[in-house]
DNA sequence: AATTGAATTTGACTTAGATCAAGGCGAATC
DNA sequence: GATTCGCCTTGATCTAAGTCAAATTCAATT
């Protein structure tokens, strides 16, 4: 019945964003790049980690040691609760920084793992030595990094706070999209990097009802999916029933 | 059968936050107070603004002006959809920060308005003539902010996403408290500053349903409410309801 | 290619919470 | 003090989503 839909994994080679795509990019400028001083940067920046899926960046509470900046792959943070169980509270895909608020706190706020084997760039950020005027530069990108943060996790609470399941997938899946889109990856044809699992933990319902709202949509022609791959066929009617808008 | 729960409202002059317990005293410190120069921070900064009930603070996209902070009173941000319904983000009490994000972004990422009469100061941020060294402490200050908001809106993740209303209900509730606590207010015997209607949609239930928790959780005694008075009458049960021990 | 184990789908049943609709209470206004 | 309006509570009913359990598919490994 289903006909084989195949999309490349973010993990793959092809899917490695450029540098003036990537978040850090305004963090590399300020530490070397614009200064064209190639040596310091390489000191501060370790580029293209390869990390295996499954291992830990690093745990909520740790010392901040890195920003890291996410090159291929696919990562979540998450925060771990005194009963064990996990909330997932982010996805990073390529370009996006994680780790960034551990900085100004001194400790990270969140556990972060790895999805989807990939690669990622860290930066040593507390042994820089920059001018005053560079470190200026640095804390006001820092800045509006973290306001896009603080604007991108809020937002979120449309997707969780919202009264149906469908639509807060329907805002899930559409979000991924555009975020693959900014990093110049493909919208409407991509493979899901975490399991139904993680769906359901993100979005605050149970595994079971991500399947059946998934094959639901797909009965009713709005997408196309297999296993974890996924294709949006309407997305403008997605996008209507993100915005709730009767048909 | 309610004895009458009698608690100051937070726009009582009495618990107005002083200023060094104020999340902006860091920013105003850069701004002036450490150099001793009062009269540069008294163009930057205009203090104990009174604000009615009901009136905007501003609205989401709007231009980028001022950060404010919460002197007594209480405050909500929000973000309003296509559909015209909206999504509270966050509840705002003396001595928070208001439309931080605001600033390196060049717009507010929220509407702003509020719940319960009071006052706030008000920075100027834009036109601050601060040397290259200040500037940098501003940012550095501004981004340990962020960090801090960004926190504390991934916790709200836990609120949301718990399974139960009564978990959400417990850990709301204890968050208030902490929050009031740490600005030197009572803990656990306050005043809802906002509705019924509001912690709903804050939660993402109905209004209804948080009406029937509250007394649900009377009725067990953890809680005694009037309206929108409320004591926190066994904290701990409340504590262990919020993390899912069982009893 | 066969084996194993995990992830996903599907089904049957139960339940928490939504919705609709009255009724009660309290604070502001006259 | 009576009146009004908006907020809050309570009840009855309904439905979406949770839970438990079995079946199926997928992927990793030998």
Redesign the interface.
């Known amino acids: 019945m289903n006909k084989k839909l195949t999309t490349i994994p973010l993990s793959s080679p092809k899917s490695e964003v450029v540098c003036n795509l990537c978040e850090l990019f305004g963090l590399c400028r300020v530490a070397g790049l614009n200064s064209g001083d190639d040596a310091r940067l390489e000191r501060i920046v370790s580029r293209r980690l390869q990390i295996k899926r499954g291992r830990m960046l690093f745990a909520a509470g740790e010392k901040f040691k890195y920003v890291y900046a996410v090159k291929s792959g696919a990562f979540k943070s998450y925060?771990l609760?005194?009963?064990g169980?996990e909330?997932?509270?982010?996805f990073h895909f390529p370009g996006e920084l994680i780790g960034?608020?551990?900085?100004?706190?001194g400790h990270y706020?969140?556990a972060a793992s790895v999805l989807e084997s990939g690669s990622v760039c860290r930066m040593r950020i507390t042994e820089l030595p920059l001018s005053?005027?560079e470190?200026?530069q640095f804390?006001?990108r820092?800045?509006?990094a973290?306001?896009?943060?603080?604007?991108h996790?809020?937002?979120?609470?449309?997707l969780?706070?919202?009264?149906s399941v469908e639509r807060s997938l329907a805002i899930f899946l559409l979000n991924l999209s555009e975020r693959f889109v900014e990093r110049g990856l493909p919208g409407y044809r991509f493979r899901l990097p975490m399991g139904r699992e993680d769906i359901a933990?993100?979005?605050?319902v149970a595994n079971e009802t991500v399947s059946r709202v998934l094959t639901r949509m797909q009965e009713q022609g709005l997408i196309a999916v297999s296993g974890r791959n996924i294709q949006l066929r309407v997305p403008v009617r997605l996008r209507e029933l993100a915005?709730?808008?009767e048909t």
Request: proline share 0%.
């Open positions: 925060l609760m005194e009963n169980c909330q997932i509270v982010d960034l608020e551990g900085m100004a706190l706020a969140y005053d005027t470190l200026m804390w006001q820092q800045a509006e973290l306001s896009r943060r603080v604007h996790c809020q937002s979120a609470f449309l969780i706070g919202s009264k933990n993100y979005l605050g915005c709730c808008i």
